[in-house]
């Protein structure tokens, strides 16, 4: 105990270096990727106007950048792990850029969808600095330790950036008296910045020794499935699920899998190394990052329309737009403190331990919703349960796919569990919209979804956390970890059950 007391004091100390030197650069870099994914949202009816659109249009640009990001996440991560994931980190920087400052200039629909598909290249810096934070751990034996401390104040990070980003945009704009191009162009300005503290603050990794291949053909294939998945979800959301030929793309997409699994176990450098993702140190962390991004990525616009529907319909809370920012404002502070309790909950227990209480604060959470939602207090309660789980989830499952990964693989281990994240988000909207639509005309106020349509979304987004608890289950016990252990084959040994509790003394 003694000993084991003396490990964890010296791995503390490493984590303040890694900190110290790593942590605080790449910061920045996810308060900048919160401002981008909270800055938009209040601009977006002045958007709107501003391209002279329809509000519903609006969709298509967050399908375009759902679309993109799926399929380039996945690719420039490898490319890190070839080639350096500092490189890497700034070339998707500048792609960024380039759309933010694309954003400025956009006057048209076109324009503008082009430029914010482009600006989604910021969704594989979190991977990418997941993987340089590993890769630094790497060389003082705490690589899983370090990054699951790393992971949780990057989460904090990234919501702090959402919420300055979503409380700064609208007063930004009225200070500026309404002039859309330069209210955009404050993020522009703050990623343009993010490139030379990139550029001048974090060390590149360390590149393995033997020769790699990108493996093209295979990137070409998982592209194509992606695309046809994500672009049949958004076809589904906009055209309804009684529209047949919808449905082709979503079962091209699937099917396609299958020549795509044939091909890459024939090769020697895969674009994904499906023999490493079914192990049972990678599989559930996969599958967990696709149902999670469910109610992260799915259930917030619900939870936003049924926070303002009015209450003569008899559920719904009647939130104006100033008391809408609280609700969601809670929801993302809970998320901190998930990111912050994760690699403390860590350590005194497992990691896995950590992710399945992690996955049970998120079901239990929408469940509770089902029979709590008509006061604020409840709907608050319920969301910030929730809202505690899936901070957690957000920076501890790439750092879960890291730790699982051998060297040289971590940065598309992590990336992946993005690419999974988007797709379960991507069919959650879809169902989520078709659901809510089809209940509208039931209500009593125009334009509000009927409470059978939100209950329906609490109970998805609760059973897909609840899956995600039986498969973690599956996860050996002491994975995860810097315990040596956690580097040994998987061969099948009683200690590598599922159902097994870790001993204290291991713990």
Known sequence: ???????????????????????????????????????????????????????????????????????????????????????????????????SWALVAADSFWVFLGAWAIQGFFSVWLPLEIALIFDRGRRTGSAAGDTRRAAGLLVVALELGAILGALGGGRIFEALGGDVPTTLAIPAIAVTLVFFVILFGVRESEPLPEKRTLDLTGFVLLSINIALITGGLSLLRLNGVETWWVWI??????????????YELKQKDPAIDLRLMRQSRMWP??????????????????????????????????????????????????MIIGAILFPIVSKRATPRIALIASAISVAAGYLLLIP????????????????????????????????????????????LTSTSKTIGGSFSSAIFGIVLIGGAATTVTAGASSLAGYMTV???????????????????????SDAPENGAPEDGT??????????????
């Open 1 to 99: 105990m003694v000993e084991l007391q003396g490990r964890f004091a010296r791995k503390g100390g490493r984590a303040l270096g890694v900190t110290a030197s790593l942590i605080g650069f790449l910061v920045l870099v996810e308060i900048c990727s919160g401002i981008i994914q909270g800055y938009y949202i209040p601009l977006v009816p002045d958007i709107v106007k501003h391209l002279g659109i329809h509000d519903a249009d609006f969709n298509w640009f967050e399908a375009s950048q759902l679309l993109l990001t799926a399929i380039v996440v996945p690719i420039m991560a490898k490319l890190g792990d070839m080639y350096g994931h500092k490189r890497i980190l700034l070339i998707a920087t500048v792609f960024t850029a380039i759309g």
């Open 249 to 262: 793309p979503i079962a091209l997409g699937i099917i396609g899998f299958w020549p795509f699994g044939r």
């Open 285 to 334: 962390v996969q599958l967990t990052a696709g149902l999670v991004g469910i109610s992260v990525l799915g259930a917030q616009v619900p939870l936003s329309t049924y926070a303002g529907t009015p209450r003569e319909n008899g559920y719904g809370l009647g939130l104006p737009a100033g008391q809408l920012s609280l609700l969601i404002g809670a929801y993302l502070i809970s």
């Open 372 to 415: 709590f939602h008509l006061e604020v207090w409840e709907v608050v309660m319920c969301m910030m349960i929730a809202g505690v789980g899936s901070g957690a989830l957000v920076g501890a499952l790439p750092a879960a796919a890291a730790a699982a990964a051998p060297p040289g693989r971590t940065g598309i281990a992590s990336a």
């Open 458 to 480: 609490w109970a998805v987004c609760g059973l897909s956390a609840a899956v995600a608890v039986v498969l973690l289950l599956f996860v050996p016990k002491l994975s995860f």
């Open 494 to 507: 009683p200690e590598d059950s599922p159902l097994g509790d870790t001993p204290a003394d291991a713990r």
